[in-house]
């Protein structure tokens, strides 16, 4: 709690444990670290279903019939394709340009280009402009990164599942069953993470009853930041440093000495190990395995034993961004795509959100206690210092 030195009101800095919501869509248990769809853990969700199921999920709240599914995947595939007219446009942004950032002016064309989904009103049009745009998040990104090495976009392929196709828009080659699966199990794990700080901004924006675009652009947003989504890329970035596990104890114990946050560590939830860093961390040795490449994942786990040992009691310990990037890595993708793959899966997440909340929709607006100085004179311009 945090004291405003005015007013004795205390209040919780950075909305830290204030409940805003109840929900069904997901559960968040910090303590014991667990994560949970819908009532579905996160492991078994890991093991046994698929992004599009997952999607289903969170939006519908139950999983789907074989025909269900078969029904939302059809939709997913219809709207897989980004008007022309808006990837022209995301080419001609002045560069360099974080990927965020065009991925949220993408969005933003988006909503420009369509007028169904500007005036998507009713709860309805609102799913099926979110399930449009649960879509197209991977096309646009997939785009982003083949704008950004000087390549075409390439068109969805309808034959191929919402991860295979998302990897074969990067590279042009249809991935091998494996890549495609860890993939898939990758946008299953960041599909949904309770009143998350990109969550709460598009159910903010959404409150307000503005478009689905342009909550959705504001998760977007938000999810850039480094202490969110962003981290991830700055932990690939941080591992790629060193040559060696001893070299990066080294920075290690230095971030340390100088109270300087490790990438990739703590969580305002999490208070034990991120059930999600945990099956990240599986699939990251078994690829770095595959690849015959471990230097990142040992780089990794001796960063991992060193925090833990020494800020593992406060609780500091690897949440979702710490491992994943290794796998991104090791499948052959850009840094600079991460953050934008999370938005790929998340998005799912912030539509299932948003629909609820707007079923009993309340403008969220909170308050802030004013500490300035009251009651001031007007100061002509002539007589100010
Ligand atoms: N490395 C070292 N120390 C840390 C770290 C870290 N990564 N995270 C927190 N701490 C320390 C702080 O220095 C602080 O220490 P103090 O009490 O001695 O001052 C204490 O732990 C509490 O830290 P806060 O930043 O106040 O905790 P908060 O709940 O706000 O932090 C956050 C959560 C923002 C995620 C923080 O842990 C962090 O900045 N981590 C690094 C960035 C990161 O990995 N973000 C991704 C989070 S997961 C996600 O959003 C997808």
């Not at 579905?40 to 019939?65: Q, R, V, W």
């Not at 040795?285 to 060193?306: P, Q, V």
């Not at 609780?315 to 850009?334: E, R, W």
């Amino acid at each position: 709690m945090t004291k405003s030195s005015k007013q004795e009101i205390e209040f919780p800095k950075g909305l830290e444990g204030v409940v805003a919501a109840t929900t069904q869509v997901g559960s968040v248990d910090g303590i014991a670290g667990k994560l949970a769809y819908r009532g579905y853990d996160i492991n078994t969700l890991a093991e046994h279903s698929t992004y599009e199921e997952t999607a289903y999920l969170l939006l519908h709240g139950s999983l789907p019939t074989r025909s269900a599914l078969a029904g939302f995947h059809g939709k997913l595939l219809g709207y897989r394709t980004v008007p022309d007219e808006a990837l022209k446009r995301l080419s001609d942004l002045p560069c360099p340009c974080h990927p965020m950032s065009m991925l949220r002016s993408g969005i933003s064309l988006l909503e420009c280009i369509d007028d169904a989904c500007r005036i998507a009103e009713t709860q309805e049009s609102k799913q099926d402009a979110g399930i449009q745009l649960i879509a197209q998040m991977a096309t646009l990104t997939a785009a982003i990164s083949r704008i950004l090495e000087h390549k075409p976009p390439i068109a969805p392929d309808p034959a191929l599942s919402h991860a295979g196709n998302f990897l074969y828009m990067l590279s042009g080659k249809r991935p091998e069953p494996l890549a495609e699966r860890v993939m898939d199990i990758a946008l299953i794990l960041h599909a949904d993470h309770g009143m998350n700080a990109s969550t709460f901004a598009s159910m903010v924006v959404a409150s307000t009853m503005s478009d689905i675009h342009s909550a959705i652009s504001s998760g977007i947003a938000t999810l850039k930041g480094s202490l969110h989504g962003g981290a991830n890329e700055r932990v690939i970035r941080m591992l790629e440093q060193f040559s060696t596990p001893e070299e990066a104890l080294v920075y290690v114990d230095k971030a340390m000495a100088n109270k300087e946050k490790i990438m990739g560590f703590g969580h305002r939830v999490y208070k034990t190990y991120d059930p999600r860093a945990l099956i990240f961390q599986r699939y990251a040795r078994d690829l770095s395995e595959l690849t015959g490449d471990m230097k990142l994942f040992n780089i990794a786990e001796a960063i991992e034993k060193k925090v833990v040992e020494k800020l593992g009691d406060k609780g500091i310990l690897p949440n979702v961004d710490f491992y994943s990037g290794i796998i991104y890595h090791a499948l052959g993708i850009d840094a600079s795509i991460f953050t934008p793959i999370f938005a790929v899966s998340r998005v799912a997440g912030w539509v299932a959100r948003i629909l609820e909340y707007l079923e009993d929709n309340r403008l969220f607006r909170p308050r802030a206690i004013y500490v300035g100085p009251e009651n001031l004179a007007y100061t002509p311009m002539e007589e100010r210092q």
